[in-house]
């Protein structure tokens, strides 16, 4: 008997960790995601974030590629910052803010073509669906 308890309590952390119950699921891999704004302010650089099968993450900010991953399930978000190829350009600052700021949102909502990934310090970063 308690090794029943054990081998369905270990089955149920598996699926609690599905990665298809993470934002892929409800949306987020529909679209390349465009970002708009940040912290409500609109930004003048593109910078683009896609989520892939498997938890992978995968985007372009104004200078660079990046990849990564996201593994917690809707509605959280931890993007996890694996590469970022290391060319220059004049852009850098935007790239770093932006690529600082998608690793400490927490929080991601998708609504259709919108999606917004916001924290609990108040930050928001608001994107459209391409």
């Known amino acids: 008997m308690k090794f029943g308890f054990l081998a369905m309590t270990a089955l149920l952390g598996l699926v609690a960790c599905d990665p298809s119950e993470t934002v892929t699921k409800y949306g987020g891999m529909d679209y390349d995601w465009q970002l708009t704004e940040v912290d409500g302010a609109p930004v003048n650089y593109s910078a683009v974030v896609?989520?892939?099968?498997?938890?992978?993450v995968?985007?372009?900010?104004?200078?660079?590629?990046?990849?990564?991953?996201?593994?917690k399930p809707y509605p959280w978000i931890a993007i996890q910052i694996h590469?970022?190829?290391e060319l220059y350009c004049s852009g850098i600052d935007n790239e770093e803010a932006f690529l600082a700021s998608l690793v400490?949102?927490?929080?991601?909502?998708?609504?259709?073509?919108?999606?917004?990934?916001?924290?609990?310090?108040?930050?928001?970063?608001?994107?459209k669906g391409h």
């Open 50 to 56: 896609a989520f892939g099968p498997h938890g992978s």
């Open 104 to 127: 400490e949102m927490t929080v991601v909502e998708v609504s259709g073509d919108s999606l917004v990934m916001s924290n609990d310090a108040g930050r928001e970063m608001a994107f």
């Open 83 to 85: 590469f970022v190829e």
């Open 58 to 71: 995968n985007g372009m900010g104004p200078c660079n590629g990046f990849s990564g991953s996201q593994n």
